[in-house]
């Protein structure tokens, strides 16, 4: 079994920052690729960040300079650094992992729970 557990949202007001973390854990060889995605009401999820086991990082274009995704292998945590935050970015944050569990079945995708992300004008 895995499980990823984020902490790391709430209320900030417009200019302000946030650091999300999200640790994977349990049954796990390795992880091919963390990263972050967001929904807010009425939308559809869509990827903020992603960041692969060897440290290369790809950005959507509304949070690139603003954002900086990073990763300690070691503890199979992702991090989100969130500047310059806008009300925009109001959303719930999820964390995303592909984890192998077996070099046979290849990696899976797997969900945290989600954390509340506002920023208020």
């Known amino acids: 079994q895995v499980q990823l557990v984020e902490s790391g949202g709430g209320l900030v007001q417009a200019g302000g920052s946030l650091r999300l973390s999200c640790a994977a854990s349990?049954?796990?060889?390795?992880?091919?690729?963390m990263g972050w995605y967001r929904q807010a009401p009425g939308t559809q999820r869509e990827l903020v960040a992603v960041?692969?086991?060897?440290?290369?990082?790809d950005y959507a274009d509304s949070v690139k300079g603003r954002f900086t995704i990073s990763r300690d292998n070691a503890k199979n945590t992702v991090f989100l650094q969130m500047n310059s935050l806008k009300p925009d970015d109001t959303a719930v944050y999820y964390c995303?992992?592909?984890?192998?569990?077996?070099?046979?079945?290849?990696?899976?995708?797997?969900w945290g729970q989600g954390t509340q992300v506002t920023v208020s004008s």
């Open positions: 349990g049954s796990i060889l390795s992880i091919a690729a």
């Open positions: 960041i692969t086991s060897g440290g290369s990082s």
């Open positions: 995303n992992a592909k984890i192998i569990r077996s070099y046979i079945l290849g990696p899976n995708d797997y």
